[in-house]
């Protein structure tokens, strides 16, 4: 279409990277990465990061699905949580040494491949597809697994709906401020700004976008967290805490043998039958998988109350050395710092702050 | 204007498949703590023995306590039963004349724990009472309903009125559940731990069951022709159902129950195949059981073996 041929694509066909038109067959062919690559490989050499970054972009861009009207791009980064997901579910079910082991796996090659995609793919949706998965999978395995097992009642299961609803409200509205934010930015920017450096305003290289008084950006919500959606996000974080141990705790006192903790409220005492029959051992992999996210979400939410309080952003508070984060950050300048109570109350009340170069405030 | 239609109905159907109450556990109608009471069937002992008084049962419900788990296992002192785990109250006349049915097979540490925490749950409860153990002893899979028609046979044969047909491994954990029986055949594991106190569906018949004999020989007892594990409860429930005995509940703070954990047995692959033939199986049941058994009398419960 832009290089002025008029034909349409057949369904195994895509324009490429440089808007050429290519053949899923091609894909081996033609990259000057692969080459360098290789040839470094064989010679000893080591591989540079910017060799990397062309690989992986090309590989992305060469990885496709035959399509009406043109093959269209699934990229192996989203797709991966997709198939790793289900399949560490599956094999963790088998034994509790299973569990453990993918568990710590899992954990390592995240902590690898966030490095690995942060460096050479940035703009990569393999942390949102993760949580995605997550959700979905969770959610499935409780409805379709522990549900049949007749235990739980309507309105512990309608109660458990309310808090997931109320976590991917929050997650929604939170990614529409953010767009509306970036939407609204786009021209508000080069109208008022004349190219002087701005205070206030931080580059987000995954956004595109200068994003005023930028927290950081999440990239499991694939999200700029700012002051405008600030609240939105501790609260997400709280539903997302209150579903996952809710839905864990009616999955383990479900498999598990359970005990009278308080009045009606009920924990496990004894998992040791669930790896006995597979259903049995999926849900108390869920369950354990709900926990271990819940407890690094709350980690997560404390650090946020904690740096909301004494008002440092996420960002400048990761660059800190650690004498400063031994001191709790109180011994440097904290240019946003307005006072513990109105720092929590600007992000409360003040949703939809205006953002005018003349009246901003830092 | 359509899609929409369309599309308003499939969230209605989601809604309804996820949310659909047959796929959860089930609230339940159940007696009351005060009907519980006039429900209990009492009756004056045939011989006329001279004792002062009848026993009361009216306080043993109303002063219903919560016994911790953690104490089931903790060696309590009873009274030493005779011969056979049979027991009478010395200072009143007792109105309930039960027999604890259990079937069993090969669950000695189970059986320990049970029979020392039943004598003392039971004594405090001022009814003549008797523990009959029926023990499988061929290499068939259990069957579970048969060893309940050989206990019934042997209660029924001693005269008792009451029959609790009981699971080994069920510890009743409320005083005020009185082992007697009431109008109706009644479930009495209602509220069991491992089921998170919740009943995973309505017509759920099996762990502990009190049932009067006359109503038990009317209904030709259990089938006999269950072996494995499930199915022989929901079978029972058919058949009162089909004599009009439908079964009630007391209410859940009388029938709170723990299990004695042990390893899950292989589920009965035939059990719905033969649930469907249930009303054929009718007539099979106590008058069926042409098998004999031998009867011994341990300290703490009589044994039933079939021979």
């Known amino acids: ?362 | 204007m359509l899609t929409k239609c369309v599309q308003l109905l499939c969230v209605t159907a989601v809604f309804v498949a996820v949310y659909f109450p047959a796929r959860h556990a089930r609230h339940y109608d159940y007696v009351t703590l005060e009907n519980a009471i006039k429900e209990i069937v009492l009756r004056a002992p045939g011989t006329a023995l001279l004792r002062s008084k009848n026993c009361t049962y009216r306080n043993v419900i109303l002063n219903n306590q919560e016994i911790p788990v953690s104490k089931i296992t903790k060696t309590s002192y009873f009274v030493q039963p005779l011969p056979g785990g049979e027991y009478i109250p010395r200072h009143c006349t007792p109105l309930i004349k039960t027999a604890v049915i259990i079937p069993y097979r090969n669950r000695t540490e189970q059986l320990n724990v049970f029979v020392k925490y039943m004598h003392k749950f039971l004594q405090n409860q001022n009814i003549h009472y008797r523990l009959i153990l029926a023990e499988q002893n061929d290499t068939l899979p259990f069957n579970r309903a048969k060893m309940i028609n050989f206990g019934a046979h042997l209660a029924i044969a001693l005269n008792y009125s009451c029959l609790i047909l009981h699971d080994v491994d069920l510890i009743p954990l409320t005083t005020g559940n009185l082992y007697g029986c009431s109008n109706r055949p009644r479930h009495m594991s209602s509220s069991l731990d491992t089921f998170r106190y919740n009943l995973p569906y309505l017509t759920l018949f099996g762990g502990a069951i009190a049932i009067l004999a006359d109503q038990f020989r009317k209904v030709n007892g259990m089938s006999n022709s269950f072996y494995g594990w499930g199915g022989e409860d929901d079978d029972f429930y058919e058949r009162l159902e089909a004599h009009k005995l439908l079964p009630y509940r007391f209410t859940p703070e009388l029938s709170k129950y723990t299990m004695l954990v042990h390893k899950k047995q292989p589920k009965n692959d035939g059990r719905f195949e033969k649930l469907s033939k249930s009303l054929e199986n009718l007539r099979d049941g106590l008058n069926t059981l042409t098998q004999k058994y031998s009867v011994y009398l341990e300290d703490l419960y009589t044994k039933v073996v079939p021979i």
């Not at chain 1, 007749?150 to 309310?162: F, G, R």
């Not at chain 1, 970036?182 to 290289?205: H, P």
């Open chain 1, 1 to 362: 279409m832009k290089n002025g041929d008029t034909d349409d694509l057949c369904c195994c066909e895509y324009y490429d990277l440089s808007n050429e038109r290519n053949h899923i067959l091609a894909c081996l062919c033609n990259c000057v990465d692969l080459d360098e690559a290789v040839d470094n490989l064989v010679k000893g050499k080591k591989v540079s990061d910017q060799n990397k970054a062309g690989l992986t972009n090309t590989m992305r861009d060469r990885l496709r699905v035959p399509w009406i009207g043109g093959a269209i791009q699934v990229s192996f980064d989203s797709l991966l949580p997709v198939i790793i997901l289900p399949l560490v579910f599956l094999v963790s079910s088998l034994s509790l040494w299973w569990t453990a082991f993918s568990f710590t796996t899992i954990g390592v090659f995240i902590l690898l491949i966030s490095n690995f995609f942060v460096r050479t793919i940035p703009k990569t949706k393999f942390f949102f597809v993760w949580t995605v998965t997550s959700i979905v999978l969770l959610y499935f395995i409780f409805e379709f697994v522990v549900i049949p097992f007749l235990e739980i009642l309507v309105e512990e299961n309608i109660a458990l709906s309310v808090l997931i609803f109320g976590f991917i409200m929050c997650l929604y509205l939170m990614k529409l401020r953010a767009n509306q934010l970036i939407a609204a930015l786009d021209d508000e920017s080069q109208l008022s700004f004349n190219g002087k450096s701005i205070e206030g305003f931080y580059a987000c290289k995954i956004c595109d976008c200068k994003i005023p008084d930028k927290d950081h950006h999440c990239v499991w919500f694939d999200c700029c967290i700012s002051r405008h959606n600030h609240c939105l996000f501790l609260l997400s974080l709280f539903f997302a805490i209150a579903a996952l141990l809710y839905s864990s705790n009616l999955t383990l006192t479900s498999v598990c043998h359970p005990y009278e903790f308080f009045k009606t409220i009920l924990l496990p005492d004894d998992c040791s039958d669930v790896y006995f029959q597979f259903e049995l051992g999926l849900s108390f992999v869920s369950a354990v998988y709900s926990i271990l996210i819940a407890i690094l979400l709350w980690l997560i939410l404390m650090q946020q109350m904690f740096l909301i309080s004494v008002g440092i952003p996420l960002k400048d508070w990761v660059k800190l050395p650690l004498s400063s984060k031994l001191c709790l950050g109180l011994n440097r300048l904290r240019p946003h710092n307005r006072g513990l109570i109105r720092n929590w109350l600007r992000i409360v009340c003040e949703i939809t702050p205006k953002y005018t170069p003349i009246n901003r405030d830092v």
